[in-house]
């Protein structure tokens, strides 16, 4: 896919927000991680379920010094309405992070966010269910890309916070299996020898018996 993607620097934009003018640059403190995510339009029926569930779960991203930071290319002001509907749609929910405006559409077009089939009805291309996970150097971590019939999943999206947390404590050696979930055993990277690991993992690690007798899956508590 061309444009942005992971190992790329994140753009350095400054927009106009729900909460004053921000350089995304500037947003991601030292250490932080920052989830920045696209939407259609406001005032949309998916959109608002998302934006009220990543609402819903922002206290567990802070609690892994995550940041959230929205964008979708209607005003700041439309943008304001918007959030009295969100928090609404679920009661007790506040929306605390900021929402970007992107009017024009240019700040989409940077940030890879251009759904390629979803138009207005001026024929102008909207926004795609986009989520960028930036690191603390301002590289992209992780992408997800969704179609606006497609609403995402927050449990994913967190689930995916953790790997990619639990890969960066450990450097790199350990990467999480599929459906991996926290608490449960990471595999060790090919790169680290069986000597390595029992320096690195001294609980110790085990190794799945397959038939090539590769000795490559091994599992490890992290």
């Known amino acids: 896919m061309p444009g942005l993607t992971i190992g790329d620097t994140i753009p350095n934009l400054e927009l106009d ?22 939407h259609p339009a406001d005032f949309t029926p998916v959109c608002t379920t998302e934006m009220a569930a990543m609402a819903g779960y922002a206290k567990e991203f802070e609690k892994r010094g995550v940041k959230l930071l929205g964008i979708s290319c209607d005003g700041v002001d ?25 009017p024009d559409r240019k700040a989409i077009k940077e940030l ?15 926004p795609s269910r986009t989520l960028h996970i930036v690191g603390p150097d301002k590289k992209v971590k992780l992408s997800f890309l969704y179609p606006a019939c497609t609403g995402r999943n927050m449990d994913e999206v967190l689930r995916a916070v953790d790997s990619l947390l639990t890969a960066a404590k450990h450097e790199g050696k350990v990467n999480t299996p599929a459906n991996w979930k926290p608490g449960e055993s990471a595999v060790i990277g090919p790169s680290v020898s069986d000597e390595e690991a029992r320096k690195l993992f001294p609980d110790g690690f085990e190794t799945a018996d397959l038939p090539s007798k590769k000795g490559y899956l091994r599992f490890t508590k992290v």
């Open 78 to 102: 439309s943008h304001k309405e918007w959030i009295k509907d969100i928090e609404a749609y679920k009661p007790g929910t506040k929306l605390t992070f900021p929402i970007m405006a992107d």
């Open 112 to 126: 890879n966010m251009v759904d390629p089939d979803e138009k207005d009805a001026q024929g102008v291309n909207l």
């Open 17 to 38: 927000s729900t909460q004053g003018r921000i350089r995304i640059h500037d947003f991601i403190g030292p250490g932080d991680y920052v989830i920045i995510f696209s």
